[in-house]
């Protein structure tokens, strides 16, 4: 195999591996009349209606589709029912001033903001990606090395 394909092949495995540390989104909710709704809503693991949920303690924001229309969800999972809502379509939580009260009497819009999040911090790979990372540079290396020390003449054994 030719030594410029083996390196571009494990180039290509390198950049595979890191493009996996791809950094969550997470929402900040703010203005909402409950303060314990508002804060820095993380994405979970878990997928709901086909989108991320976010989590904060024992509130969640997420999507909901019943028979007759799509909505988020801001929700403490301590009660029955959720406390804010947002009839819309979108993939992503809505930020577009139309969230309500879902228990009030009145059909009111309220000023609850639902922001994208300053990424907290960058992710660091395990100890074995860091492991695996050096070998295949360091085999990398080698090979560059042995390729300038030993050229192939062309004589064969």
């Given at each position: 195999m030719?030594?410029k394909f083996?390196?571009?092949?494990?180039?290509f495995?390198?950049?595979?591996?890191?493009?996996?540390?791809?950094?969550?989104?997470?929402?900040?909710?703010d203005?909402a009349?409950?303060?314990?709704?508002?804060?820095r809503?993380v994405?979970?693991?878990?997928?709901?209606?086909?989108?991320?949920?976010?989590?904060?303690?024992?509130w969640?924001?997420?999507?909901?589709?019943?028979?007759?229309?799509?909505?988020?969800?801001?929700?403490?999972?301590?009660?029955?029912m959720?406390?804010?809502?947002?009839m819309?379509?979108?993939?992503?939580?809505?930020?577009?001033?139309?969230?309500?009260?879902?228990?009030?009497?009145?059909?009111?819009?309220?000023?609850?903001?639902?922001?994208?999040?300053p990424?907290?911090?960058?992710?660091?790979?395990?100890?074995?990606g860091?492991?695996?990372?050096?070998?295949?540079?360091s085999?990398?290396?080698i090979?560059i090395?042995?390729k300038?020390?030993?050229?192939?003449?062309?004589?064969?054994?």
């Amino acid at each position: 195999m030719n030594l410029k394909f083996r390196h571009l092949k494990l180039a290509f495995l390198v950049f595979l591996f890191l493009s996996g540390t791809a950094l969550a989104a997470d929402y900040i909710v703010d203005n909402a009349p409950n303060t314990d709704a508002n804060g820095r809503y993380v994405e979970s693991n878990v997928l709901r209606d086909g989108v991320p949920m976010y989590t904060k303690g024992d509130w969640e924001l997420y999507r909901q589709t019943d028979l007759m229309s799509t909505f988020w969800n801001i929700d403490d999972m301590t009660t029955l029912m959720p406390e804010y809502m947002n009839m819309t379509l979108s993939n992503l939580p809505p930020n577009d001033g139309q969230w309500y009260d879902w228990s009030a009497a009145e059909f009111e819009f309220l000023p609850i903001t639902v922001t994208l999040a300053p990424a907290q911090s960058i992710p660091t790979m395990s100890t074995w990606g860091a492991l695996i990372m050096i070998t295949l540079l360091s085999g990398i290396a080698i090979a560059i090395i042995r390729k300038s020390h030993f050229p192939d003449t062309g004589a064969r054994a």
